[in-house]
T-cell receptor, first 116, second 112 residues
Framework: EPEVTQTPSHQVTQMGQEVILRCVPISNHLYFYWYRQILGQKVEFLVS????????KSEIFDDQFSVERPDGSNFTLKIRSTKLEDSAMYFC??????????????FGEGSRLTVL | GQNIDQPTEMTATEGAIVQINCTYQTSGFNGLFWYQQHAGEAPTFLSYNVLDGLEEKGRFSSFLSRSKGYSYLLLKELQMKDSASYLC?????????????FGGGTRVLVKP
């Protein structure tokens, strides 16, 4: 069964460092997303991406964040200068073309980011 | 704005039934999703309702009333592996694709 894959599974970094989280969405999906979940809190939307551009972003997704689809398969989230409060599990997700099934999001296993 | 409420925690016995309620007040609505999330893992899709009524899928059923802004997830014949968090999420119709806003999740503990 096709799945969304993410790397790394866990990254520890120092405050102020740049971090890149990588995702390979399901191959025929057109919409890509990043969500985050701070430990013990709810899953929060960060950004959605369609047709090689950001279609929507939340207030959390400030200038420190960026996304890119550098080639036909990868979808990356970059945090330019990490802060302590960026420590969270970051989930990548993708969904299929409009009208396909229910449009449900398929989530990757997550990348746990710890900022020290 | 988006406001999605569900109970924080519920406990039930193996073999029993549990109903997890979710109420929502959102500026738009394009369907309601239920996801299961085991600790430290990714959310996995359980069900989707866009029209009023009950959707049944094996041991899991989900109900929606759009006029009341209310949904529930019903888990029957509970098994120990059903111990997890259950996330209610509403889809935003203004967004491209399927942007979901999640509730805080309901942690269900199944006891023997």
């Amino acid at each position: 069964e096709p799945e969304v894959t993410q790397t790394p599974s866990h990254q520890v970094t120092q405050m102020g460092q740049e971090v890149i989280l990588r995702c390979v969405p399901i191959s025929n999906h057109l919409y890509f997303y990043w969500y985050r979940q701070i430990l013990g809190q709810k899953v929060e939307f960060l950004v959605s991406f369609y047709n090689n551009e950001i279609s929507e972003k939340s207030e959390i997704f400030d200038d420190q964040f960026s996304v890119e689809r550098p080639d036909g398969s990868n979808f990356t989230l970059k945090i330019r200068s990490t802060k302590l409060e960026d420590s969270a599990m970051y989930f990548c997700a993708s969904s299929g073309p409009p009208g396909e099934n229910t449009g449900e999001l398929f989530f990757g296993e997550g990348s746990r980011l710890t900022v020290l | 704005g988006q406001n999605i409420d569900q109970p924080t925690e519920m406990t039930a016995t193996e073999g029993a039934i549990v109903q997890i309620n979710c109420t929502y007040q959102t500026s738009g609505f394009n369907g309601l999703f239920w996801y299961q999330q085991h600790a430290g893992e990714a959310p996995t899709f359980l069900s989707y309702n866009v029209l009023d009524g009950l959707e049944e899928k094996g041991r899991f059923s989900s109900f929606l009333s759009r006029s009341k802004g209310y949904s529930y997830l019903l888990l029957k014949e509970l098994q120990m592996k059903d111990s997890a968090s259950y996330l209610c999420a509403v889809s935003d119709p203004r967004a491209a694709g399927n942007k979901l806003t999640f509730g805080g999740g309901t942690r269900v503990l199944v006891k023997p």
